[in-house]
């Protein structure tokens, strides 16, 4: 990290200092800040997320708190998921939509209070778009800031062993998808039973940012007897669960229906009620061109997450582009995401890859590659 400029405009989370004492051996920027990406192979991360323990700064995950007397309508603006349907102390995944349709974020929101509101943002310019898109309601009463909250991601099997040690018996009546508040090395945190991984699995949200190492070494010191390990996250897994990255699986260009999310559209809402319910009318009578599809790849084990997006071809011809690729230990394959004609998106259709790695047939495949039901994370 010596090499890397520094400054204010790219800033260290809150556990930075304590990560460094776990020797991080990747980093990368997201949302302006240092993200440590990896601490061991990939391999042996996705064993430890599977079998034990694992720990993660997502600090980075920077979260948009919408608030204030029109809180509600403010937010319900943002997204075509119908927030009436979430209570105050639980949590959904979301997407953040323009007005086309187009995806600008795709963020697990909490709801905190009637009329508050956070989204834990993927590396987009949400905040922005939120604060844009306040230019056109100002009759609305609404707060939009950037929260100073640090998430940190708890996930693996004996996860539940972890929160239990430190928080209690009392954190495993904590249902999927809701929030608690808890304190942990005398720091205020919010828990919440969400994840990136489609594992058993938490996340604490810190509010007091000057306890990152605090917290950090206190979950750490909880987690021994577990075995647990610090890890960057598991891009095995979360292909392996049909989890995408906004910024590399899908832009502002895609919509839902072309995600295959359209389950977060709620058409009972009015078009006044969310920018986006117009668009999606009009995208779901008239169909979409393209669509994601899982993707099984031929050949030796890729060694590596791919860095670039790979050509895919049809009858010689380009038809789409893989995203994500990456070699699953478990399943034995290279798996991936590719987006393809509507035509060609259909299970068993094959298709060739221009890889990094040379060409390799591919073969379309029902998402999730593992356990289609999610009943992992659930349980």
Not at 251 to 272: C, I, K, P, Q, W
Request: aromatic share 10%.
């Amino acid at each position: 990290m010596g090499l890397v400029q520094r400054g204010a405009r790219n800033r260290r989370t809150p556990y930075y200092e304590a990560t460094q004492r776990y020797g991080p051996k990747g980093f990368t920027v997201y949302n302006h800040m240092y993200f440590p990406i990896r601490f061991d192979s990939f391999e042996d991360e996705f064993d430890a997320l599977l079998n034990g323990v694992t720990v993660w700064d997502v600090a980075v995950e920077r979260c948009l708190e919408i608030s204030g007397p029109d809180g509600f309508r403010f937010a319900q603006l943002l997204t075509p998921r119908d927030l009436s349907k979430c209570s105050v102390g639980q949590a959904k995944y979301v997407l953040i939509c323009d007005a086309d349709g187009g995806i600008v974020n795709d963020p697990v929101l909490t709801r905190m209070a009637e009329n508050s509101f956070w989204f834990a943002l993927a590396s987009s310019d949400a905040l922005l778009f939120a604060r844009g898109l306040k230019n056109a309601y100002p009759n609305l009463n609404a707060t939009i800031r950037e929260v100073e909250v640090a998430p940190l991601q708890i996930q693996g099997p004996k996860s539940k062993d972890l929160m239990t040690a430190l928080l209690g018996d009392g954190i495993r009546a904590l249902k999927y998808y809701y929030w608690t508040k808890a304190t942990i090395a005398g720091a205020p945190v919010v828990v919440t039973r969400t994840g990136w991984t489609s594992e058993v699995g938490y996340e604490v949200y810190l509010t007091d940012s000057s306890k990152g190492s605090d917290v950090y070494e206190a979950i750490m010191k909880a987690g021994e007897p577990h075995g647990v390990r610090p890890t960057g996250p598991s891009d095995i897994r979360r292909i392996e669960g049909a989890i995408f990255n906004w910024g590399a699986d899908m832009t502002y260009e895609n919509n839902a229906f072309e995600m295959g999310l359209e389950r977060l559209v709620d058409f009972g809402l009015a078009d006044s009620d969310s920018i986006s319910l117009a668009a999606y009318r009009r995208i779901r009578d008239e169909g979409v061109s393209r669509r994601i599809n899982g993707v099984v790849l031929d050949g030796d084990p890729f060694p590596d997450l791919n860095n670039t997006k790979w050509p895919v071809l049809a009858g010689g011809e380009p038809v789409g582009k893989v995203t994500s690729a990456i070699y699953s230990p478990r399943l034995s394959q290279n798996i991936g995401y590719a987006w393809l004609p509507t035509a060609l998106s259909v299970a068993g259709q094959a298709v060739m890859v221009e890889s990094e790695w040379g060409i390799r047939t591919g073969v379309v495949n029902p998402m999730p590659f593992v356990d289609p039901e999610k009943r992992i994370p659930v349980s």
